[in-house]
């Protein structure tokens, strides 16, 4: 540990997507999820964070593309500087410099890399040397699906029960490696419910909650027991029912609330038509409008094509298994 001024320390971490998704908190304020969850790391979508500690600085600074923030996120960032404060001991406050590399309008979740690499970039000035455990339950307070893009490849996100067990584990070795994810941009405006305040209203008001938890379990357990049996038919269903079980939390909530629209529903029935063609391909959707298609390398650019027809080549992009936190 260390008290020492202007320490700086760049961290770069890529976003994941969820195959079966966390929604739903049991400790809002630790962010402990009720169930466990799991997802891949992507190659294509990054997010590269400078943290600087200096004791010249009045107050933390934040700066995302080039752009000064001082609205929420900014306190959210704030928040979380002052509990890396908090482990570290340093009282410095701190600039922080963030790029988001994630092609223009992809319309993909930032906060999952955004929180992973300020919780790397930040733990290494503030001169705590974290394991990557430990990193993954500080990401992990940051936001929670940051946890998850500590790690490369596939990662499951175990709920543990408190804030020391509750962190991210790679899955070693799997047998399934061929897999390719096309994420077609539906819409970039900004969410209006976002999905932190989904997940709160779907865990107090949906009546079918209680089920969700049970059923992700079994979900988990036969989702890892595909990756290690190399069956992407099984992968790519259980993924896609996950999904629409989540989207159903919204659905029986009160208010309800959706996030497809038109073009979501078009994108999915795509999915299914390529499907009953012979192309394999499954669909995942998170708190958002945007489809992301599974699929394998050998039907990769049949989906790219037929999607760049329908919503213009801009509008998709291809990725593949990505690496997990790397310090510059
Ligand atoms: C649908 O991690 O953004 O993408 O913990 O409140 O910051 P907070 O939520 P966040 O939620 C991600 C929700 C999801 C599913 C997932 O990534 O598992």
């Known amino acids: 540990m260390t008290t020492s001024s202007n320490n700086s320390a760049t961290a770069l971490a890529h976003t994941n997507i969820a195959l079966i998704k966390y929604w739903g908190k049991k ?19 990054y997010t590269k964070t400078q943290v ?27 928040d979380f500087l002052n509990l890396v404060r908090q482990q570290s001991g340093i009282t410095e406050n701190a600039r922080v410099i963030s790029d988001n590399h994630v092609p223009t309008a992809a319309g993909l ?12 970039a930040a733990s290494k000035a503030s001169g705590m040397d974290l394991n990557e455990r430990d990193l993954s339950r500080l990401a992990r307070r940051g936001s929670g699906s940051a946890c998850r893009s500590i790690y490369g490849g596939f990662v499951e996100w175990q709920r543990g029960s408190d804030d020391t067990d509750s962190y991210a584990v790679p899955i070693e070795n ?40 049970k059923v992700v379990e079994s979900d988990l357990k036969e989702i890892k027991s595909a990756i290690s049996q190399n069956d992407f038919a099984k992968f790519g269903a259980i993924s896609e029912f996950n999904a629409m079980r989540m989207h159903a939390l919204t659905l029986s ?16 029935n795509e999915v299914k038509r390529l499907r009953h063609a012979g192309v394999e391909c499954y669909y995942t ?44």
């Open 109 to 120: 979740a930032s906060s999952a890399s955004a929180f992973a690499a300020l919780a790397a």
């Open 285 to 328: 959707v998170d708190a958002g409008p945007n489809v992301k298609v599974i699929c394998q390398t050998k039907n990769v650019d049949t989906i790219a094509n037929t999607f760049s027809k329908i919503l213009g080549p801009e509008k998709v992009t291809v990725a593949k298994p990505g690496p997990g936190i790397k310090y510059l």
């Open 253 to 268: 909530a009160n208010p309800d609330f959706l996030y497809f629209n038109g073009m979501t529903l078009d994108a999915m």
């Open 174 to 213: 799997p047998n399934l490696k061929d897999i390719r994810i096309v994420a077609l941009t539906i819409e970039t405006h900004q969410k209006p419910i976002s999905s932190r305040q989904g997940m709160e209203r779907s865990v107090t008001t949906s009546p079918y909650y209680p089920t969700w938890v």
């Open 27 to 45: 400790n809002a304020d630790l962010i402990i999820p009720y169930t466990g969850s799991l997802s891949l790391t992507l190659d294509q979508f």
């Open 52 to 78: 600087s500690f200096d004791r010249q600085l009045e107050q933390d600074t934040l700066l995302i593309n080039e752009q000064a923030v001082t609205d929420k996120s900014w306190q959210r960032v704030h």
